[in-house]
Structure formats: C-alpha cells, structure tokens
C-alpha cells in the first residue's frame, strides 16, 4: 500500500515537466550556439593552411579578417534592417555578426596571406613564413 502523502499521478506530471523543460533548454542552447559561430574547415599543408568559413548572407565588404602571430580573426558586423513587424509570418535567419578565432600551430606570413569570398564561402590561403616552410638541400 502507497504511503497516503505520495501521489503518484503527481509524480509523473512534475517529471514530464522537468523532461520538456530541459528539451525546450537544449534546443534554447543549440540555437544560441549554432548562432554565435558560423561552421569553418581548416586544412594544413607544408606551405601553410586553407581555412573555409560559411558566411551565407553577407557581403565581402561586412567581412572583415586580422592576422596577428598565429591567429588569424574573422568578423562581420550585424545587420539592424527588419522589416516591420506586422509583415513578418516566420523570422529565423539571423544577422547579428559574429567573431571567430582560429589560432594555428605556426606563424602566419600576412603579406602572402589571401583571401576570396565566393558563393557564401570565405576562403583563406593562409601563408607560413618562408623560414618555417620545409627546405630540400641539395647534396653535393
């Protein structure tokens, strides 16, 4: 026999409760996180690096990159124009702008570092400096 004080009805709906809070939470935290960074690929080679970032939506004069030692920082200023709000039936892309970081493991020659902006893709040839790439010595 249940103690009288123990419902457990009760007890079911409060843990159902629980369970659609910490869905709505994570699906909260995976919005935010998706939002804060755009998606990048970073190949190395022995002269260097290519680094791929998505940046659907935004032109190359909103982009913005910085080479410091062995980072490399990648920004785009956010966009405030809205339509107004009785127009808008769904409103999911966002352009609120971001930062991204990417530290490498060498120094970056920024003279003979390029970068092209084509079809929502940011590509970065990224140059090591001609002191850090591999050398063949001839043998004499």
């Not at 009785?86 to 971001?98: H, K, P, Q, Y």
């Not at 990417?102 to 893709?121: K, M, N, W, Y």
């Not at 590509?123 to 850090?132: F, G, L, Q, R």
Request: glycine share 6%.
């Amino acid at each position: 026999m249940l103690h009288p004080l123990f419902d457990l009805g009760r007890a079911s709906e409060s843990l159902r409760g629980f369970s659609d809070l910490a869905r709505l939470v994570e699906e909260v935290q995976q919005l935010f996180d998706h939002q804060s960074e755009p998606d990048l690929n970073v190949y190395h080679h022995e002269q260097g690096a290519v680094i791929q970032i998505a940046v659907p939506g935004y032109a190359k004069d909103e982009l913005h990159l910085d080479v410091d030692q062995d980072q490399i920082v990648i920004r785009a200023k956010g966009s405030k124009t809205q339509p107004s709000q009785e127009a808008v039936l769904r409103s999911e892309i966002r352009r609120d702008g971001f930062e991204r970081q990417i530290r490498l493991p060498f120094t970056i020659d920024g003279e003979r570092t390029e970068a092209r902006h084509e079809d929502g893709i940011l590509t970065i040839a990224v140059a090591k400096p001609k002191s850090e790439q591999p050398r063949r010595i001839a043998i004499g």
